[in-house]
């Protein structure tokens, strides 16, 4: 039995700062010196590990075992949905109709910066919405490297708009957890997010304008960025304050995407040669060995033209804008993988349903050898649970067996599908283990509880740094609902001591966090292995990094003036 001591030096500054090495560890090899993210995750396991059995007295054994069973929630978590919703995607690219949801998107607008706020930012939350767990950024940057754009560019794309819906992700998810980590109810705190999310995504769009095409960009076609942002920021504002979180950004992204499409029935940006819009007769070049399809088995020689209206077969041919025309059928099975997905998750939000999945479909057991108490001597949670019906993975997966069916594959192409798209992430999946262990060696240990308790310190300017406290969480957990499990009753704690709104404080945590999946290794490693560039994690990293700081600081900033006369009217 292992008792946790949050100031094992004696001094609790000390403490944090040594708490706070291995993921300063990760940051640094990440981005300053360039490292694989599968080793530098591996050293900030092993920093951990030592910290926790040196520092904070953790028997050896009992350390290890915290590490293997955060890899192992990983697993459940992550894996298991990536893999599925990666797969249903190579599904639709093995049987041709990628291409035709490609030309349906591109249809929308014939510039290829305003397809980007679309696929990134629209659909993308709707994925997040629906799965969430890096779906979002692997689609949609494989479906921006498509329309013209450089992996790297698009997968830096995917994950900054993988920002103002993570909080309301795989629905409502994050704040469900936090409701149950904090005992407190979760409409307060979906109420609360919205009133802060909201504010962050009518910026998202013009973030995303500027990394496609600079100020030219932001000069050109603001007006879609602004149409985007504010009608997703209103929808999610609305229905978390008045409906549902659960379905806020469902509506959202719908809202957003078909706003966009009306704006460009009477508007269209300007645009000039150098402009990649394809669609007026310029082209984008797609590095070599960029894979697009399933297991990455079509590599594009340099140069290849990707034309916007067009898109990239099965085959990796290029296609002409208007070279054939789709039949109703053929876009409606495009986008059926998707709208099963709706459809599935909806049946499965119904409460007589989601009570007989949780019933019959859930086994949770000890964790066995592993037994750990909090400073006041109660048992922390070490129950592994085996969600093997309900869980979004497991959706996600009868989902694909669904498209199956509907994109009339054999079986049998679905079994060989599905071992390419494992095979896609490679190192990806040591990546994501490694730094589920990392998280839960440093909290079952007491080092993350350290650094929340050293931040709580601050006092008043603490409603300036809990959105960090979150941030710190899903850069190490790689979700927001993790960080929410480990922070969340934390920053309760800490509001009723300050005599602050504990709804301010926990939804912060949810808010600051989400700026972080931009950064996080896993999703790094998702991005990468998704655009088949994996090992340029650190160059990933670097292009995110200050997007990902400036949004924090800026969150930062609401949720300070929120706890004070100036913003606190929005504090419901």
Known sequence: MFRQNLDPTGSLTLSALLALLPLFLLLALLGGLKWKA?????????????????????????????GAFGAALSVLSILWITFNAIWIYNLTVKSGHFAVLRRAFASISDDRRIQAIVIAFSFGALLEALAGGGSPVAICA?????????????????????????????????????GTSTGLNP?????????????????????????ADGRRGLRQAWPAALTGGLTFGICQFVFSNYWSYRLCDIFAAIASAGAIMLLNRVWQPASDSVTTSVATG????????????????????AATPVLAGGSLDGSGATVEPGSRDDSGGEIFRAFA??????????????????TWLATHGVWTFAWPGLHVLNPGGKPVNTHYVL??????????????????????????????????TIRQFGWAIFTILCVFALSYVMNLSGQISTLGVWLARAGAFFAFLSPIVGWFGVTITGTDAGSNALFGNLQVTAAHQLGAAPTLFGAANTSGGVMAKMISPQNLAIGTAAVGMVGSEGTLFRRVFGWSALLLFLMCLLVWLQSTPVLGWMVP
Do not use: C
């Open 187 to 211: 409409e307060d705190f979906g109420a609360m997010a919205g009133r802060q999310t909201a504010v962050l995504a009518v910026f998202v769009p013009f973030i995303l304008l500027g990394v």
């Open 387 to 420: 969600n093997y019906l309900g869980a979004t993975g497991t959706l996600l997966f009868f989902s694909g067996l669904l498209t199956l069916l509907v994109l009339r594959m054999t079986p049998l192409t679905g079994l060989k599908t599905y071992g390419e």
């Open 282 to 301: 310029g082209s984008a070049e797609v590095p070599a060995a960029t894979r697009v399809m399933a297991g990455g088995s079509a590599d594009l020689p």
């Open 142 to 178: 494989v479906m921006l490297i498509a329309i013209g754009f450089h992996p790297i560019k698009a997968a830096a794309l995917a994950l900054i708009a993988d920002t103002a819906p993570v909080a309301f992700g795989g629905l409502g998810n994050p704040i469900t957890i936090l």
């Open 38 to 66: 599968h080793w530098a995750s591996l050293v900030a396991l092993g920093a951990a590990l030592v910290i926790a059995v040196l520092t904070y007295s953790m028997p050896v054994g009992q350390a290890l075992n915290a």
């Open 337 to 354: 993988p998707y709208i099963i997905i709706v459809v599935l998750f909806s049946v499965a939000q119904i409460n007589a349903v989601k």
